[in-house]
């Protein structure tokens, strides 16, 4: 009988990496969605006549209980949340209620349904905020420096308390920043690249830009979730820094887009005050030397190979639309 998985947010970009990479591996897959007046089905849509879909919020104790009833998975990957860290600041309360307590309700559920489930808590290296030490690992204090670091921290905690509590088998996965042609727009790789292709082909001319000295562990999203399958996978549950291990500036993220299009970012960007952050995170660069021994776990694209491969999505893209 196929393995049966049960990925919430699997119409975020991580969401449909996973599920690509589960039904390869010959599982059955389902996704939890939540009613909208629009279909936020674009990432998954080549997918959608092989994947089971069913509507829940992370908001109501119920739809989930009735969601794992009626699916019963083997995995559970929580992946959905509210995910933007400067929507974090203007919505505190809402951030904490699908971010933070939404974890409760998925694991009460779990308790409640099937406590043999697999439970995996999509984690972030955002927890570690103000950085404790260089790089970051597993016993790395947390300082979060927004609602949304503060609420993964919660969901951190409160995935290990289930585990300890209730002998769920239940991981947290401390992902660092990673990225992909599906990354939101709003996020900054993919606002740079989807501007590169936009300048390159003379729909626009600027791109306004907040901390361009921010420092940030970047990989590829298709090597990450590799990373959670493997997690849950194990002979024991436990938690997992992913990351490169090399970390590079928005600044350099800019400049290798722009050359990699023929274009220099200095005749392009601009900085714009109202894009800063009430707080930020200045540096992240997290050591995934566990993952490595423990997992067997290794990233297959390169920081370079990576902006390339958003540089040429973005533009073919582009150049589709004006067809
Ligand atoms: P996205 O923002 O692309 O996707 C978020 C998903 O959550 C979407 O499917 C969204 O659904 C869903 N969602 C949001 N609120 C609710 C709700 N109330 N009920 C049900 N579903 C909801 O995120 P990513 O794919 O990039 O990230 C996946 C997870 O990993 C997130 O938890 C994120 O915080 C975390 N993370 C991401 C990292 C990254 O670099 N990408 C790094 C570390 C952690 P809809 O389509 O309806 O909006
Ligand atoms: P982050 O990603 O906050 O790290 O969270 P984001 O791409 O939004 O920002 C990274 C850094 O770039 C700086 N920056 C800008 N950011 C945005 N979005 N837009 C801009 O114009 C801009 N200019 C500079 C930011 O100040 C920041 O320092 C992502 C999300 O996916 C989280 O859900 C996840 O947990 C973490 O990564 C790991």
Known sequence: MARRALITGITGQDGAYLARYLLDLGYEVHGMVRRASTCPMERIDDLRDRLGLHQADLLDQLS??????????DELYNLAAQSFVPTSFEQ?????????????????????VNPKIRFYQASSSEM????????????TPFWP???????????HWITVNYRESYEIFACSGILFNHESPLRGKEFVTRKI??????????????LKLGNLDAQRDWGFA???????????????????????????????????????AGLNYEDHVEIDPALLRPADVHTL???????????????????????AMMVDADLRRVRNELR
């Not at 690249?193 to 600027?206: F, S």
């Open 285 to 307: 660069r997290g050591d995934p030397s566990k993952a490595h021994r423990v997992l067997g776990w290794q990233p297959e694209v390169s920081f370079a190979g990576l902006v």
């Open 64 to 73: 989930m209980i009735r969601l794992l009833d009626r699916v019963q998975p």
């Open 222 to 260: 298709g090597d990450y979730v590799r990373a959670m399958w493997m997690m849950l996978n194990q002979d024991q549950p436990d938690d997992y820094v992913v990351a490169t291990g090399i970390k590079h500036s928005v600044r350099e993220f800019a400049q290798l887009a722009f050359e990699h």
């Open 145 to 155: 420096r927004s609602p949304y670091g503060v609420a993964k921290v919660y969901g």
């Open 92 to 112: 505190p309360l809402l951030t904490g209620e699908f971010t933070a307590l939404g974890v409760t309700r998925l694991l009460e559920a779990v308790r409640q």
């Open 193 to 206: 690249t989807d501007a590169v292709a936009r300048i390159k082909l003379g729909l626009q001319t600027t």
């Open 128 to 139: 570690f905020g103000t950085v404790r030490a260089e790089p970051q690992d597993e016993s």
